[in-house]
């Protein structure tokens, strides 16, 4: 069985930390065998959140990202720390995730999620972090026990390259390699839809 992962964060800065951060991650995820796919920013340019009536059509782009997280055994979400909190970007489409909810496997119940948080010092990468846990809480799914946050004082992470910052380029390879092992044994149900 081959271990869908599903990435989702970023900014709409071109190259930004956080996209850079999730790629690391995910390029673990695939090195060790998982099918993965990266939902950036350009792929979170969705309209803010609308409760839509079941079977009701979805746009393109949220219908994209509605089907990958329900093929999703395994998630990875990164996302700047904005004002203490996680990015509109990234909130709008784990609200999306509501449009799960009659599913087999509702919301991300049932599916590990690492988390990677960055941001201009550490007060906000860390508020951030305790943000994305409750949410994927709130949503069932298993956040993993390591969470990176990255402060960009003191890290960077260019495109296509590794952190700056060895132990952190190895925390970020270590969510892929968390959300593998936490999926190799997590119950699959085949996902509606």
């Known amino acids: 069985m081959t271990i869908r992962v599903v990435g989702l964060g970023g900014t709409y800065r071109p190259h930004s930390s ?3 951060a999730l ?7 695939a090195e060790l065998g ?3 796919v ?3 920013a350009a792929a979170l340019d969705l309209p803010m959140y609308r409760p839509v009536e079941i079977g ?3 746009s393109p782009p949220v219908a994209k990202l509605i089907d990958e997280l329900r093929r999703a055994d395994a998630v990875i979400i990164a996302s700047p720390g904005y ?4 990015s509109g970007l990234v909130k709008n489409a784990l609200d999306y995730t509501e449009e799960l909810r009659e599913d087999a496997r509702p919301y991300l119940e049932g599916r590990p ?4 948080t960055t941001g201009a010092g550490w007060q906000a990468t860390m508020t951030t972090m305790q943000s994305l846990r409750s949410v994927v809480h709130a949503l069932r799914g298993w956040p993993t026990p390591l969470g990176v946050a990255v402060n960009s004082t003191e890290a960077s992470i260019p495109a296509g390259g590794p952190c700056s910052v060895p ?6 390879r270590m969510v892929g390699e968390q959300v593998m092992q936490w999926a190799g044994h997590a119950p699959r149900v085949e996902a509606e839809g």
Do not use: D, K, S
């Open 18 to 20: 956080t996209e850079q």
């Open 23 to 29: 790629r690391i991650a995910l390029e673990r995820a």
């Open 38 to 40: 990266l939902l950036g």
């Open 56 to 58: 009701q059509p979805l």
């Open 83 to 86: 004002h203490g909190g996680i």
């Open 34 to 36: 998982a099918e993965t």
């Open 167 to 172: 132990a952190i380029h190895a925390q970020l």
């Open 113 to 116: 999620v690492g988390l990677i």
